[in-house]
């Protein structure tokens, strides 16, 4: 470790954003970039990142929420208000637009990666790779843009100090997690940097590994056997949520056709929400050639979709943020009724962050997330890819197309215990920076970043004010809801 650049920001005062650098050094420099990411640290100071203040033009967030919701389905929208009130973390998982628009008044190194957007930890977790393994990475990309890194990190480490204060965790507990995330990046980056080019391009973490990690931090006395437990329990069922079992829960015969099953207002089939006179026969039609495009965004010269015949579909609501967006289940049918394909279409809108960043290279948005995805992902869904659809109502709308459910699951950070939190949280430190790694100069901000833990800190009390300032904008929306301002219904 180099003492004297360590040490070059030990009277770092509070920053501010700044323009980006000097064009980056020949990428086959590595000590060049290395200095490169150093010298950042002159020009916005790591200390610089703990600061958050509301500015006194702050946009309301309740009008960027209604903002938000003008294009999407109208009937969905209470419902995506009353998944947001429930609580300051369902709130802070529907609020990328305000967390944005805040962000972009923060200090940043300068330093661009592929960003995810929203990468707070609800959006990690598993999933199957085509090689058929289960691996940990992040899971949503819908606001997936060119952007600063310190946005990412500073919205995963907000979300645990958000989830903790749902969890009831004390002070302590909840900065030891927020802590334990950056560290986690912080380390995990400097492995990436040091390691030879195609280590760090290939570096995923798989379950079986994780599951081995877990076990060896019960045997250290750094995590409680019921987390070995859980960690075990969510891999085996996440290995069961596959296309099949999806098929049981959503598929029923109907008059001897394979049909997806109505659960209004959050399952809807297509025919429910056509135009009178419409047939089964121009879905069919359309889904056909749909399908014919969507095949070409597809990165197999030869592809398994081909095989595949359309069924039916029908709108689905998911998620929290993304509640009124249009999403689709599109049941397809292999060789006979018992060999199903479902595939989730949904709807990509411009990224919350390009009102803040420069616009996405891609004029299709199903393209900006896809591609955004394949280059922060280790492994991406072998279905993967983009259509544009014009609606019943003559609009065209970008999508991005994957499988439902395969081998897709999730840790319940809701019933953790703090041990647990940290874990999850290193856990998903370091799978931020792989990502990151893929997309951007690892070696610069590896250099950013230094060895020392001012930058953690920095961080964890970042994400403490910007806790406090979600508790705040909750409660304004709920207030909203309550004054009428805005609809609220689980339907």
């Not at 700044?18 to 790591?46: I, K, L, N, Q, Y």
């Not at 957007?117 to 790779?129: E, K, R, Y």
């Not at 040091?194 to 060896?216: F, H, I, N, T």
């Not at 948005?365 to 259509?387: C, K, N, P, T, Y």
Request: aromatic share 8%; glycine share 8%.
């Amino acid at each position: 470790m180099n003492m004297q650049h360590e040490a070059s920001d030990a009277g770092e005062s509070r920053g501010r954003a700044f323009a980006p650098p000097d064009p980056p050094p020949d990428p086959t420099d590595f000590v060049a970039r290395a200095e490169w990411g150093r010298a950042a640290r002159r020009r916005s100071p790591r200390a610089g990142h703990a600061a958050w203040a509301p500015a006194a033009d702050r946009p309301d967030p309740v009008a960027l929420l209604e903002e938000q919701a003008a294009d999407r389905v109208p009937e969905l929208i209470p419902i995506r208000h009353a998944r947001m009130m429930v609580s300051p973390f369902t709130f802070y998982r529907g609020a990328a637009l305000i967390m944005a628009a805040d962000l972009a008044r923060t200090a940043d190194s300068g330093i661009t990666v592929q960003i995810c957007g929203d990468a707070h930890l609800s959006n990690f977790g598993v999933f199957g790779t085509p090689e058929r393994k289960l691996a940990f990475d992040i899971n949503d990309f819908d606001e997936t843009l060119p952007g600063p890194w310190e946005w990412d990190l500073k919205r995963l480490a907000a979300s645990f100090e958000v989830a903790g204060r749902s969890r009831g965790f004390s002070e302590a507990e909840r900065r030891e997690a927020t802590v334990a995330a950056v560290r986690g990046y912080r380390e995990r980056m400097h492995r990436a940097a040091e390691s030879r080019v195609l280590d760090a391009w290939y570096d995923r973490l798989d379950a079986d590994a994780l599951a081995e990690w877990v076990r060896a931090e019960r045997q250290a006395g750094r995590a409680e056997k019921e987390l070995v437990k859980r960690t075990d329990s969510t891999l085996a069922k996440a290995r069961a949520r596959d296309s099949m079992k999806a098929f049981s829960k959503l598929v029923r015969v109907v008059d001897g056709e394979l049909r997806i099953a109505a659960d209004p207002p959050l399952i809807v089939p297509v025919e429910d929400l056509a135009p009178v006179g419409r047939t089964h026969a121009d879905d069919e039609e359309t889904m056909r050639e749909l399908l014919r495009g969507y095949r070409t965004t597809l990165p197999l010269a030869r592809h398994p979709l081909e095989e595949f015949t359309y069924l039916h579909m029908a709108r689905k609501v998911v998620g929290v943020g993304s509640v009124g967006t249009r999403a689709w289940i599109v049941l397809l049918r292999g060789r006979d009724n018992e060999d199903p394909l479902l595939l989730q279409a949904k709807q990509a809108q411009s990224s919350v962050l390009e009102r803040f960043l420069a616009p996405s290279a891609f004029d299709h948005h199903g393209e900006r997330v896809v591609r955004g995805q394949r280059v922060m992902q280790a492994a991406s869904d072998l279905f993967l890819g983009w259509q544009r659809v014009v609606g019943f109502d003559g609009v065209a709308r970008d999508f991005y197309l994957r499988q439902l459910h395969d081998w897709k699951g999730a840790f319940d950070v809701e019933t953790s215990a703090p041990s647990g939190a940290n874990l999850y949280a290193q856990v998903c430190g370091q799978t931020l920076a792989r990502a990151h790694a893929r997309s951007g100069d690892r070696v610069a901000i590896a250099g950013y970043l230094g060895e020392s833990d001012r930058f953690d800190q920095a961080i964890a009390d970042f994400a403490i004010a910007y806790a406090d300032q979600n508790e705040r904008d909750h409660g304004a929306f709920v207030t909203a809801v309550r004054s009428g301002r805005l609809a609220a219904s689980e339907g």
